[in-house]
């Protein structure tokens, strides 16, 4: 392994902890390009809650990932999003809430801090959907080494486990993954994250392998149906009430609270 490589993607990973992850790591883009979830996007059984696809900006079909022409590593990191800081991932009408600023003020710095000491690296901050120019963030965080798929179709992380939010960065240079690793927390476990799920999305398999050509499937065996996901957003956002959120906004506005089930009762890094 080349020894500056190795250094340099030493020096990249701490400064981007500096800067408010919690965690992060290298993946190859090679590595990422027609991933699972790009390959079976195209037969999904319901893209419920994909009005972002009526304001593609990348050019691209739906669901595909635009890469960079000289993107070569991504960097994914991640923040946690502990139980007793739920408002991290309130939101305050359209307002972004606390846990997505906190991401992109990293991704933000970093890029200024790389400009300064490495200009001739590029850096591109990955937008949240991958109608936007994103990518897929959990298979990111796979290769970067971040954690594993749970059962409950979340990354699940030897530190936090399922509480945190990712995104990630490409850059034009080459740097050795950090991943992926050997992480599976959900073996033998009696997957309680599955049964407090309020619209059962986690019910009946949805899709096999004959029927996708993948091994890899959603939770694990094909029983995340995103849809029935998709049911329980839309409820929690017909019954937020108004009220105020003096480090969003300042003015009152409905605070829509998401159901965290999948994650809150996950058992791995609670502590």
């Known amino acids: 392994m080349d020894r500056d490589a190795v250094a340099l993607r030493a020096l990249l990973l701490e400064k981007v902890l500096s800067l408010g992850a919690d965690c992060a790591g290298v993946a190859s883009v090679e590595s990422l390009r027609d991933g699972p979830s790009e390959r079976l ?6 893209h419920s809650r994909d009005h972002f696809a ?13 890469w960079e022409p000289d993107a070569r ?13 739920p408002e991290l991932d309130w939101w305050c009408g359209e307002i972004d809430p606390p846990g997505n600023k906190r991401l992109l003020a990293v991704s933000r ?3 200024r801090w790389m400009a300064e000491a490495f200009p001739e690296i590029n850096v591109y901050p990955k937008r949240y959907h991958v109608e936007r120019g994103g990518l897929y963030l959990k298979e990111a965080a796979i290769q970067a080494g971040l954690g594993c798929i749970g059962r409950n179709n979340l990354l699940v992380t030897p530190e936090f486990g399922p509480r ?20 599976d927390p959900c073996a033998g476990c009696d997957a309680p994250c599955l049964s407090h799920c309020p ?9 096999t392998p004959e029927e996708t050509g993948l091994q890899r499937l959603p939770g694990r065996d094909g029983r995340y149906y995103r849809a029935a996901c998709a049911e329980q957003m839309a409820k929690n956002e017909e019954e937020a009430a108004e009220g105020m ?5 300042d003015h009152p506005e409905k605070i829509i609270k998401y159901c965290r089930n999948c994650e809150l009762f996950c058992r791995v890094g609670r502590d």
């Open 109 to 111: 710095e970093f890029k």
């Open 245 to 249: 959120m003096p480090e969003v906004c």
């Open 54 to 66: 009526q304001e593609i900006t990348t050019g691209l079909p739906h669901g595909s990932v635009f």
């Open 73 to 85: 590593s991504a960097i994914v990191f991640a923040v946690a999003h502990p139980a007793n800081r």
């Open 41 to 46: 996007f195209p037969n999904m059984k319901d």
């Open 164 to 183: 945190v939010r990712l995104r990630a960065m490409t850059l034009s240079v080459g740097l050795p993954p950090t991943g992926p690793i050997d992480f």
């Open 199 to 207: 619209q059962g999305a986690f019910s009946e398999q949805v899709y």
